[in-house]
C-alpha cells in the first residue's frame, strides 16, 4: 500500500484545513489509518486514529475536540480535517497505515507499517 497526504497549506490560526490521504496499491479497508505530525526540532507525534470500519476514533490530548478522522474506504481515502487551528499545530502531517481490523488503536509509530510522504501545515499566529 502507498500512501500520500495532500492539502497542506499556510493559514492563520482559527482557521481550518482538510487533509487528504489516498491510498493505492491496494485496499486500506483492512487497515486502521492514522494522522502524525512531526514540527521542525521535535519527534514525530500521534495525532489521530481511526479503525478500519470507522467505529473507533483515538485522538492526541493536544487536537481533542479540534480535529476529526474519518475514511471513505470505496474511494480508499483517509481525512484529517482540523479545525480552529493554533500555531503550534504547525508541523508536516503523514499519514500511516496498519493492517488490523482491531478496535483498539495504536498511537505509537511502530505499530504503523506503510506511511506516505507528509504535508506541510503552517499556522501564522
Known amino acids: 500500500v502507498q500512501l500520500q497526504a495532500s492539502g497542506g497549506g499556510l493559514v492563520q490560526t482559527g482557521a481550518s484545513l482538510r487533509l487528504s490521504c489516498a491510498a493505492s496499491g491496494g485496499s486500506i479497508s483492512n487497515y486502521a489509518m492514522a494522522w502524525f505530525r512531526q514540527a521542525p526540532g521535535k519527534v514525530r507525534e500521534f495525532v489521530a486514529a481511526i479503525s478500519w470500519t470507522s467505529s473507533s476514533t483515538k485522538f492526541a490530548r493536544s487536537v481533542r475536540g479540534r480535529f476529526t478522522i474519518s475514511r471513505d474506504n470505496a474511494k480508499n481515502m483517509v481525512y484529517l480535517r482540523m479545525n480552529s487551528l493554533r500555531p503550534e499545530d504547525t508541523a508536516t502531517y503523514y499519514c500511516?497505515?496498519?493492517?488490523?481490523?482491531?478496535?483498539?488503536?495504536?498511537?505509537?509509530?511502530?505499530?504503523?507499517?506503510?506511511w506516505g510522504h507528509g504535508t506541510q501545515v503552517t499556522v501564522s499566529s
Open positions: 500511516a497505515a496498519d493492517l488490523y481490523e482491531g478496535t483498539v488503536l495504536e498511537d505509537q509509530e511502530r505499530e504503523y507499517n506503510y
